[in-house]
T-cell receptor, first 112, second 114 residues
Framework: DAGVIQSPRHEVTEMGQEVTLRCKPISGHNSLFWYRQTMMRGLELLIYFNNNVPIDDSGMPEDRFSAKMPNASFSTLKIQPSEPRDSAVYFC??????????FGEGSRLTVL | AQSVTQLGSHVSVSEGALVLLRCNYSSSVPPYLFWYVQYPNQGLQLLLKYTTGATLVKGINGFEAEFKKSETSFHLTKPSAHMSDAAEYFCAVSSSGGSYIPTFGRGTSLIVHP
């Protein structure tokens, strides 16, 4: 059974550019989460979806960040415009009901 | 409301020594408790979990944890550390009161010396 798949694994971009991170959750999981991890702030929950509906986006840093889940098998996290302080590893995770989270390998973003 | 406190951002042990990583939680309803491990340049993966039943749970790689309700703790142990155990360890809690959305601790970095 395939795990959570994220792309790209690495992204280097220049300040002001648009960045789109992609996630395919595990089939059958009904909740999807986006996290950001940095040395300074640790693991932060940005947003989560339940049955493709955004439930809580209070962790999204600012309006430059947006996330969508158009169907049960795909989600995107977009940053527009990107800034150097957005440099981090972004994780997508999914789970079923009260179960444990399954994480992807992460997307390492560097904004120059 | 639920929260997790991991005591010690770094724990250093010698190879072969006991590993003890501390986790205390707060939850107004019965909790589900998890330990995750993160190796360098990888995502988090589940080590073990407690939901109901036996309070001593065994996980992968020889790790185990005991749910102690009276102490609101879920400490992670391993009798003998191996170099390959060097990683970041995260404790997490979820519950019906929080819609089963997990709350993570800050993480503990385990350093294993030869």
């Amino acid at each position: 059974d395939a795990g959570v798949i994220q792309s790209p694994r690495h992204e280097v971009t220049e300040m002001g550019q648009e960045v789109t991170l992609r996630c395919k959750p595990i089939s059958g999981h009904n909740s999807l989460f986006w996290y950001r991890q940095t040395m300074m702030r640790g693991l932060e929950l940005l947003i989560y979806f339940n049955n493709n509906v955004p439930i809580d986006d209070s962790g999204m840093p600012e309006d430059r960040f947006s996330a969508k889940m158009p169907n049960a098998s795909f989600s995107t996290l977009k940053i527009q415009p990107s800034e150097p302080r957005d440099s981090a590893v972004y994780f997508c995770a999914s789970k079923r009901e009260a179960g444990e989270l399954f994480f992807g390998e992460g997307s390492r973003l560097t904004v120059l | 409301a639920q929260s997790v406190t991991q005591l010690g951002s770094h724990v250093s042990v010698s190879e072969g020594a006991l590993v003890l990583l501390r986790c205390n939680y707060s939850s107004s309803v019965p909790p589900y408790l998890f330990w995750y491990v993160q190796y360098p340049n990888q995502g988090l993966q589940l080590l073990l979990k407690y939901t109901t039943g036996a309070t001593l749970v065994k996980g992968i790689n020889g790790f185990e944890a005991e749910f102690k309700k009276s102490e609101t703790s879920f400490h992670l142990t391993k009798p003998s550390a191996h170099m390959s155990d060097a990683a970041e360890y995260f404790c997490a809690v979820s519950s019906s009161g929080g819609s089963y959305i997990p709350t993570f601790g800050r993480g503990t970095s385990l350093i294993v010396h030869p």
